[in-house]
């Protein structure tokens, strides 16, 4: 009887080695130059991440080996893949800027995730002190795919991009989470109707839909944060004024 019992702990870490193969297989794409292949594969990485940690929840096999193999996947999948897809996709030709944006990505990265580990432990967070790391990374492979699907070649703004997103992810700008949306009866309409209007776009323009719906998540922290900043300015000039 006992046997079953272990065997089940296996099922969410291979989800998580679902998810480290994925963001190999998007490395090696990256090195053969197909940039396409190698975002999809990032994306493909997302859904297996997503999967492991609420596989564990549902089964009841949370484990501290499990969160520091996720933590160790994330880095791989969700940090060094996207990393050297935009290296290899237009950095190389920007000499040593293209590797430290690529470089500074990572190390960010591993900083988010550190901090995501400390600070939160096996508690379910409300919101987010920086953008997630996997955020970060969709974000990137949705812009590679956009710039591949209407031939951009104004190639700096991706790296600005890359640059940005990984200042957002050790920031301490809050985000959203949405492991814990209030479903009750007067929420759970407005809900529905948001998921399935969403699935519809993305369904019909899914890189162009997945572009707004990520770079508005993005924006929209650093745009409630900066309007925070300029409030606090305000009462603190008011103070000195009185």
Do not use: H
Not at 133 to 159: G, H, N, Q, R, W
Not at 160 to 180: C, D, E, H, Q, W
């Amino acid at each position: 009887m006992k046997q079953p019992k272990q065997l089940i702990y296996i099922l969410p870490n291979l989800f998580t080695a679902g998810g480290i193969f994925s963001g190999m297989m998007s490395l090696i794409m990256s090195s053969e130059g197909k940039f396409e292949e190698a975002a999809w594969l990032i994306l493909l990485a997302l859904i297996f991440d997503g999967l492991d940690g609420r596989v564990a929840r549902l089964t009841n096999t949370t484990s501290k080996f499990g969160m520091e193999y996720d933590s160790l996947a994330d880095i791989v999948s969700f940090g060094v893949a996207p990393a050297m897809l935009l290296y290899q996709y237009c950095g190389v030709e920007f000499g040593r800027f293209g590797m430290v944006v690529s470089g500074l990505y990572v190390v960010f990265g591993a900083i988010r995730l550190a901090r995501f580990n400390v600070t939160t432990m096996e508690i379910e967070p409300s919101v987010f002190i920086g953008v997630p790391i996997p955020t970060a990374a969709v974000f990137i492979s949705i812009l590679v795919l956009l710039y591949e699907k209407y031939a951009i070649t104004m190639y700096l703004p991706l790296l600005i991009a890359m640059l940005f997103t990984a200042g957002l992810m050790v920031s301490n700008i809050r985000y959203p989470s949405f492991k814990k949306v209030n479903l009750e009866k007067s929420n759970f309409i407005k809900v529905l109707v948001a998921l399935v209007i969403s699935a519809s776009l993305i369904f019909i323009y899914p890189i162009e839909s997945l572009t707004v719906v990520i770079g508005g998540y993005l924006f929209f922290g650093f745009v409630r944060a900066s309007i925070y900043f300029m409030k606090q300015l305000r009462k603190g000039k008011k103070k000195e004024d009185s």
